[in-house]
């Protein structure tokens, strides 16, 4: 570990749930810290004015939720929308951070500083002229869901003008919106069958969902079993082959490999009894194993039972123009429609960063190089958390954010040097690309199958005493958000003067 580290002014970019863990790590260390958003409101995507009604968290609460404040008791095992902002401007409030936000601010431009040190920001407050400000570290935290994916078709523009709608499905903000209307929903993920369902319980003419493939989800409960201590729990991640696998790892998957397809196959055929899959046409024709990332939508409730039930209608293809008050699909039918809500997800990316340094950080096919998904040897004085998504989002960037803070000052017990990040990050871009496809997805910013593996990488880096629980906890139940707060502790201590 290097000596003693010196104060330094950050900035945080975004004040969603990864960039108040950024500035509430970065705080802790005594560094002089600024968060810049560009909205009026905390959250990211939990912003009221972000969310869609009755969004709730695929995940539960006790996975959803920083290392040292749980969520409200009273909240349910899922808790929705408001109630996820509710908690992270309690979360604000209670570590100081309110005061540290610049609202309405956005980034125009990055630069490397004078010397080759630090960062120059040209930052942009509300209408006023931009103006550069320096800064010795900067934090990205603006995530995965921050650019709209935003899709144009021929015939849109005279279909609004006729008194249709389209939306991004982050604007979908009002079901009175959907009222008395012939809502079609592009997308198959959870937000397209959120809002699906939303739509057809709140006076909608017809609702159609328009999709690509079939998908595996999950149901909150599996056969009557949280889902959490299925997917969630250390041993079902070890059927997956992992990074950095020891022989006798690899040796043992090869032996158990029977076992493994069996427990796939059971979970596909539990999952197709339970949802009715195939009496719907909505079985996946690909293995569930094979796309187990953070792309698996969980189920929605009353989605499958609307389908039963004639009030949401199920078409495979895409649109391929807007033709009058009609949708027209590529399989050639037509889809009478007023309000097409676009749930396509979003653009990843960093926009500020200019040309050759998003060269620095992205390859030609889209793969993120950050070693452990935090840090890039060629953009010094420069971290992102939040970028490590999964299913567990508040936690990965929980921990993400104490990792950068001490790789910043110098003060982890693995501190990497630059040609064991480089080694490190081609690595892990060969087995994304050789070892396991399904880890590219989101330019490979995904923990998700690998949760534990990742965890243990942060932790063991920060020099953590310990980073695992007793052995029945720790192979058979979920991450547990307290029990890394616990660990957390067992880090060495450190402030920055």
């Not at 979970?267 to 339970?274: D, H, I, K, M, T």
Request: proline share 5%; net charge positive.
């Amino acid at each position: 570990m290097a000596g003693r580290a010196s104060k330094k002014k950050v900035v945080v970019i975004g004040a969603g749930v990864s960039g108040l863990a950024a500035a509430r790590a970065f705080i802790d260390k005594g560094h002089a810290v600024t968060v810049i958003e560009r909205t009026a409101e905390i959250g990211g995507v939990w912003a009221p004015s972000r969310s869609y009604p009755d969004v709730q968290t695929q995940s539960p609460k006790d996975l959803y939720r920083y290392t040292d404040m749980a969520m409200p008791e009273e909240y349910p095992e899922w808790p929705k929308g408001p109630q996820v902002h509710a908690y992270l401007e309690s979360y604000a409030k209670a570590h100081g951070l309110t005061g540290l936000i610049r609202h309405d601010t956005t980034v125009e431009k990055i630069a490397r500083g004078p010397g080759g040190k630090g960062w120059v920001l040209g930052l942009k407050a509300g209408k006023a002229a931009a103006k550069d400000e320096a800064f010795d570290f900067v934090a990205v935290a603006t995530g995965q869901f921050s650019e709209k994916n935003v899709l144009e078709h021929p015939g849109q523009d005279a279909f609004v003008k006729a008194g249709g709608m389209v939306v991004h499905s982050s604007d979908y903000c009002d079901s009175a919106t959907a009222k008395g209307r012939d809502v079609l929903v592009l997308g198959f993920s959870k937000s397209a069958t959120d809002i699906a369902v939303n739509a057809a319980q709140s006076g909608a003419r017809s609702v159609t969902i328009v999709y690509r493939q079939n998908m595996w989800r999950i149901p909150y409960f599996i056969g009557g079993i949280n889902f959490k201590r299925i997917l969630y729990v250390r041993k079902q991640e070890q059927m997956f082959p992992g990074w950095r696998q020891s022989t006798a790892g690899r040796i043992g998957r090869v032996l158990g490999k029977p076992l493994i397809w069996a427990n796939w196959r059971a979970l596909e055929a539990l999952l197709n009894f339970q949802l009715g899959l195939k009496k719907l046409d909505l079985k996946p024709k690909f293995r569930i194993e094979d796309t187990v990332n953070c792309s698996v939508p969980i189920v929605t409730p009353g989605l499958f039972e609307a389908i039963r039930a004639g009030k949401i209608r199920c078409v495979q293809g895409s649109i391929d123009s807007y033709d009058g008050g009609a949708v027209v699909l590529t399989t050639g039918e037509r889809v009478k429609s007023d309000l097409v809500v676009q749930a396509v997800g979003w653009k990843l990316g960093v926009p500020f960063l200019p040309a050759d340094l998003q060269a620095k950080l992205v390859e030609p096919d889209g793969q993120y190089k950050l070693f452990r998904l935090i840090a890039n040897p060629d953009l010094p004085d420069m971290g992102f958390v939040g970028f490590n998504s999964s299913f567990c989002t508040v936690l990965c960037a929980d921990l993400a954010a104490h990792w950068l803070v001490r790789y910043a000052d110098g003060q982890l017990a693995r501190q990497p040097t630059e040609a064991e990040m480089r080694a490190d990050i081609g690595e892990n871009l060969r087995w994304r690309r050789e070892v396991r496809t399904p880890a590219q997805v989101y330019g490979g910013l995904c923990v998700a199958p690998y949760h534990f593996l990742h965890f243990d990488d942060l932790m063991q880096d920060m020099g953590a005493k310990r980073w695992r629980r007793g052995p029945l906890a720790e192979n058979f139940t979920p991450p547990d958000a307290a029990a890394y707060g616990r660990f957390l502790e067992t880090v060495p201590e450190y402030r920055a003067a």
